[in-house]
């Protein structure tokens, strides 16, 4: 859709990184302005041009909701990559079931690694979840950074908390283990210094223990897989 959140990540992807990276074209450019009223024409445009693959941005619940079932109904199938941890929701597995979310990759900020089974068990026993995503891991870790900064600075000043945390580099705690890094440290404006994206796959579950018939787990980066990614080709058929 054309807000701001998918237009900060698609513009780049249609300015510099498709245009310089060789053997990728754009087939279907297709934006629209929340809520869609009708999904077809964007599906069949789909249909008509047949990519291998679809990046996917949907702020609106309803909108991404549309445009799965259509493709459904459609038959259009293909990998889809969605951007953000909208599409990482236990509501969608809810909505259309595990057939239809299953396979849909997301690309996060964060989301369960390898090794936080125990924290993630703890998180979905206590909040009454099905699983664990971005929102709440991140503010896990997030709460930790905090603690640390208070016992390293010995302070509960703001001020102080804010300049320890630009100032040090935090390289053990739940924290830490909470993202695909080694360490963190923060940039002058705030962002964490070399941080890496998530890649989470509605896959389903299996033998793991989650609530619901399908849940995404983490696939990228690869070390911290929790499974091993599915990629099943574009079928036009």
């Given at each position: 859709?054309?807000?701001?959140?998918?237009?900060?990540?698609f513009d780049?992807?249609?300015?510099?990184?498709?245009p310089e990276?060789?053997?990728?074209?754009v087939v279907v450019?297709?934006v629209?302005t929340?809520?869609?009223s009708d999904?077809?024409p964007?599906?069949?445009a789909?249909r008509?041009?047949?990519?291998?693959?679809m990046?996917?941005?949907?702020t609106?619940f309803?909108?991404?909701l549309?445009?799965?079932?259509?493709?459904?109904?459609?038959?259009?199938?293909?990998?889809?990559?969605?951007?953000?941890?909208?599409?990482?929701l236990?509501?969608y597995?809810?909505?259309i079931?595990a057939?239809l979310?299953e396979?849909?990759?997301?690309?996060t900020?964060s989301?369960?690694l390898?090794g936080?089974?125990t924290n993630?068990?703890?998180?979905?026993?206590t909040?009454?979840?099905?699983?664990?995503i971005?929102d709440?891991?991140s503010?896990?870790?997030h709460?930790w950074?905090v603690k640390?900064?208070?016992?390293?600075?010995?302070?509960?000043?703001?001020?102080?908390?804010?300049?320890?945390?630009?100032n040090?580099?935090?390289?053990?705690?739940p924290?830490?283990t909470?993202?695909?890094?080694?360490?963190?440290n923060?940039?002058?404006?705030?962002?964490?210094?070399d941080a890496?994206?998530?890649?989470?796959?509605?896959?389903?579950k299996g033998?793991a223990?989650?609530?619901?018939?399908?849940a995404?787990?983490?696939?990228?980066?690869?070390?911290y897989r929790?499974r091993?990614v599915?990629?099943q080709?574009?079928?036009?058929?």
């Amino acid at each position: 859709d054309n807000t701001a959140a998918i237009t900060f990540t698609f513009d780049p992807l249609r300015e510099t990184v498709i245009p310089e990276t060789d053997g990728v074209e754009v087939v279907v450019d297709e934006v629209w302005t929340p809520t869609l009223s009708d999904a077809t024409p964007i599906v069949r445009a789909l249909r008509e041009q047949e990519p291998d693959v679809m990046f996917f941005g949907a702020t609106a619940f309803s909108d991404a909701l549309a445009i799965l079932r259509k493709m459904n109904e459609l038959d259009v199938q293909m990998p889809i990559i969605g951007i953000g941890a909208w599409l990482t929701l236990p509501a969608y597995v809810d909505n259309i079931g595990a057939g239809l979310i299953e396979n849909t990759m997301a690309v996060t900020g964060s989301h369960p690694l390898a090794g936080q089974e125990t924290n993630v068990g703890n998180f979905t026993a206590t909040a009454e979840e099905p699983f664990m995503i971005q929102d709440s891991l991140s503010g896990y870790a997030h709460a930790w950074l905090v603690k640390q900064a208070i016992e390293e600075s010995g302070s509960a000043d703001p001020t102080v908390i804010r300049e320890t945390l630009a100032n040090t580099t935090f390289t053990e705690g739940p924290a830490v283990t909470s993202f695909p890094v080694d360490q963190i440290n923060f940039e002058a404006s705030g962002i964490m210094q070399d941080a890496q994206v998530v890649m989470a796959q509605w896959q389903e579950k299996g033998d793991a223990d989650v609530g619901t018939d399908a849940a995404p787990f983490t696939v990228f980066p690869q070390d911290y897989r929790v499974r091993d990614v599915v990629w099943q080709p574009a079928d036009y058929s």
